[in-house]
Nanobody, 114 residues
Framework: VQLQASGGGLVQPGGSLRLSCVAS????????MGWYRQAPGKARELVAI???????NYADSVKGRFTISRDSARSTAYLQMNSLKPEDTAVYYC?????????WGQGTQVTVSS
């Protein structure tokens, strides 16, 4: 499966961005899709995941501010990010899992700064 992420950019604190991740290839085999992020000097961390069932999990730091969703064709995952904070600044990576194998898209930079 191939993943193409987009939607990053520069936004002021309190602003919003919407990231998109388009999957192609063996879409029907995807168990879950998710977003991770990596800030400079830090390890990559989970932001949010969505299962085929529609169930979701979020990192505590983004609960209530970020929403992950997936389109009906299950080929695109979205991350709606509201009330952005400077500490949300990172490279955001899209991920998909088939059985136990993870697949990664390229990162998209999100910078929250005034």
């Amino acid at each position: 499966v191939q993943l193409q992420a987009s939607g990053g950019g520069l936004v002021q604190p309190g602003g919003s961005l919407r990231l998109s991740c388009v999957a192609s290839g063996s879409i029907s085999s995807i168990n879950l899709m998710g977003w991770y992020r990596q800030a400079p000097g830090k390890a990559r961390e989970l932001v949010a995941i969505i299962f085929t069932s529609g169930s979701t999990n979020y990192a505590d730091s983004v609960k209530g501010r970020f929403t992950i969703s997936r389109d009906s064709a299950r080929s695109t995952a979205y991350l709606q990010m509201n009330s952005l904070k400077p500490e949300d600044t990172a490279v955001y990576y899209c991920s998909a899992q088939i059985r136990l194998t993870p697949y990664w898209g390229q990162g998209t930079q999100v910078t929250v700064s005034s």
